[in-house]
């Protein structure tokens, strides 16, 4: 059985869907030690702990012993579920090819944060999320899975928000077993994931009128 770390920083509604799908964590760290989501990992009975950023004077400091207690779990693969830290070049070659990331935009577009809003700002009509490798380049890894949403005439941050984390809960806990189960490979950049199924349809946004 492979190990998984799954890092956090809130609430930690994607580290639940990961357990939900019967995936088990070794242990769940937050960088802040008063996040909801340790509390549901708690209650599920998976080792939690917070790992205050705000107890440590510089990044690499932070980083350093972030390492040292992931690495005190021996894990295969490293999750970052809404994890809010900025992580260092040492951390991220150390864990190359077994770190992965969600975010809520369709990657390449909307890299950074508030991404609901820039996507409302830009008028795009079709929004989404991505899950991704981890590279030193914030946001910017091969992409393993992306699932895309309709913006509405009468969307907001928050209702648009909505739409899209219905989408990270499936396609997260997706990506996270194809990794585990070894049938994911980085090409020239690119994700190959073996025998995968053909997606279902388009998505039109606003639908042609017939
Ligand atoms: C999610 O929208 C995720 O894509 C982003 O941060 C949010 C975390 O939410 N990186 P949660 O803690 O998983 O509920």
Known sequence: MKRIVILI???GSNM???????IPASAVISSRSDS???DIARSRGIPAIGLDHRNYQSRDDFDRALAEKIESFSPDFVILAGFMRILGDEFVKRYAGRLINIHPSLLPSFPGTKTHSRALEEG???HGCTVHFVTEKLDHGAIIIQAAVPVFEDDD???LGRRVLEQEHRIYPQAVKWLIEGRLKIDKGRVRLDSPAKTKGELISPEIES
């Not at 639940?16 to 019967?22: R, Y």
């Open 124 to 126: 795009v009509r079709i």
């Open 16 to 22: 639940a869907a990961i357990l939900d799908a019967g």
């Open 9 to 11: 920083s809130g609430r």
């Open 157 to 159: 941050e928050e209702s």
């Open 36 to 38: 909801a989501g340790l």
